[in-house]
């Protein structure tokens, strides 16, 4: 049976194999939620688009992070065919948003890029599933097939470190990440950075607005809701992140992981404040993002389940040829365009390194 699923975590990872039943349309995968069906897969940014869930006929969760014991063909050597933007026009865009935001049209808007990938043999998407898993100490990462939305045979892979939401029970759990900094294979280097991330207004003022946006959307479903006063640091193999551990009980323990990820997507992490604003300025400036910056996960029959916002990603072409990786970075009245270009160039390591000879 094919693999149309992973989401690797460090404590379990969950597998859909086989397609049941295709969702092209979000409100039919709440539906078969609701009936007591599996749900997997993953969800556009603009939801206005066509998602990629299902239904699979087989899904299973076992303890410890994905591995997989089969035999898979080597990465193949991939050169950059395009930058999507070209860096410059990213850092004019990030430029003309800057002036927006200190003209009072938004408050936060993120701004992502591409870089396009050739390889001169398919790159086979385990392959990538699986040297990202591996590279992860969190254990961090995903695989879906976008075949329902059409057209078939596309892949997003990628390791995200960034929970949308977690479902057990009755109890919700997120963890948003916002405000970064890379990091350096130098220890003391690595302590200045990190120490630097945790003093920056600019970066706390990136971060606090994402949390803000999470406490008003998670409140309403919330009998108690733990939202600590400041971020702590968080890394990835390439990456010091701001991040805040979100708890609570919900009101009604009915409320699924796909009805709280709904609730909370976009996040301001990915798309802005407000979110209208934010989300009219990437329509126009970087046309349909697809399924980065989307989300993606699963949630089971009985309503538990666990989502990651869709980062630090590749989308695969089915014939595996082609692949574009995108990253993006909030923008904010004081961010500096130059930086920010840096930023994206080094989210884009966590896939694009896998390809290193
Ligand atoms: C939008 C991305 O990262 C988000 C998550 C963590 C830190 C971010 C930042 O510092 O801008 C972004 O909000 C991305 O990796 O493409």
Redesign the pocket.
Known sequence: MTLEFVLSRQDHHVVGRGVRHAFPDIADAVAAVRDGRNVVGAIPFDMSDATALIEPEEFYRLDGPWATVDALPPLPTVTVARQIPDPSVHVQRVRDVVEQLKAGVAEKI?L?RAIEVSAESPINPVSVLSALVSRDPMGNGFLADLSPAAPAGRHIVGSSP?LLVRKRGNIVSCHP????AARSTDPDEEARISAALAASAK?QA?HRF?VDEIRAALTPFCETLEVPESPQLSSTPQLW?LSTPIVGTLADPATSALDLALALHPTA??AGVPRAAAMDTIDSVEGSRGF??GAVGWTDGSGDGEWM?T??CVELSADGLTGTA?????IVADSDPDAELD??TA?FRTVLSVFDR
Do not use: P
């Not at 990440?177 to 970064?180: E, H, S, V």
């Not at 995108?326 to 909030?330: H, M």
């Open positions: 993120v992502a960034e990440f916002a405000g970064t970066d990136e994402v992140h992490a990915v980065y910056a916002v980062i630090r995108t990253a993006g970075g909030g930023e994206t989210k």
